[in-house]
């Protein structure tokens, strides 16, 4: 996606689900290629990666920034330079050895409807993360534009059907899943050990309710407990903004440093794997309506016990495994945190569901479940396609 980057540093939900999709479809006899943008840290390196630069705010002239503001207000498009974006995609597909048999867009219909304009024999899938909104004037046509709509959850599916009527027809769910290689329990994991271990892992952002769990936490506190909690997180996945700039990190630092909080800022996404499984606990606690909650698996995967929103598709991502509560309701997490506290026999049954939740969660999943959803389309068997070549309208966006 223009706003988000194929990489484990600078990449977020929707970069792990490409790099862990294009690794399983490539075990399985696959050619991959992934087109992203690109900023200066590293990118993954699964697939055959195209990468191309995009223009920032801050490097552009006010002539550049306004032309593009122009063109985003014409079509429709929700991003800054949409039109560098999508002009840039388009060359290096057409710089690629053979054209692709699939296109995946990720939350982006109108390059779905671009490309299916473009390659108009081409397949092309259309994988939804997110509640996505446009306001693109071609709305229609790029509804239209996909064989597949591919959502994360059943929750997913079922927003889009309702804001925009697509038929339930066209969607499969295809969750994510989990790296059990890389996301596994410590040594001992069940054992009594000593203080236990609480962890936020997420965007600082009051959605995503990093203050919900130190409020729980303040709470187990001043009755006695000995409970200690670790915040991990940025305001986001890059960018040098100051924190203590954001009011709502200002309110959050002042709860951290009254539970004595560790706060660890961004973790590069090879050292998550360390720091969950180094915990008891994860508080998964979003106000939003999460998609999914990729840090609710990989949590479990880790061996901890959860405790997660009741909203979106958290549910489906925990699968009956972690304890369900209102993130508005400050009393029954305190609950729910105390029980796990105290009773250490409860806390270990707990990890123990956890665990095997995560076992039937594995990224192979993901992909089987995506080749279903090609052969369903009479998409497996279209090799030969690579002949197709794309139509004039490689200038469909203009500057």
Known sequence: ????YYSPRSGGAVSTVTMESAAQLIKRGHDVSVVTARDENELYSV???HPFEMPR?????????QLSYRIGRWHGYSWPFYDVFVRRVLRLIAQLKACPDLFITHNDFVLADILRR???????????HNETCTEYGRLDEAL???DQFVAVSDYIRDWMVARYNIPAAKFVVVPSGVDLEAFRPRNGFLGPGGTPKVLFIGRIDR????????????????EGLDVQLTVAGGLWFYGNKDPMSDPFFRMLNDKMKRVGANYLGHVARSEVPGLIREHDLVCVLSRSNEPFGLVALEAMASGCAVIASNRGGLPEACGGAAELVDPDDGASIVNCMRRLVLDRAYLASCKRRSLDRAQHAPWAMTAAKLERALAAKGIADIQGRSHLRPTDNLNLVKS
């Not at 996606?1 to 988000?4: C, F, L, T, V």
Request: proline content about 9%.
């Open 144 to 146: 239209r534009a996909p």
């Open 207 to 222: 959605n995503k309710g990093p203050d919900v769990a130190a409020d729980a936490v303040a709470a187990l506190q001043r």
């Open 57 to 65: 705010r801050e490097g552009s002239s006010l002539w550049r920034r």
């Open 118 to 128: 473009t390659y108009p024999q081409a397949a092309i899938f259309c994988w939804i």
């Open 47 to 49: 697939g055959e990666v």
């Open 1 to 4: 996606m223009p706003q988000e």
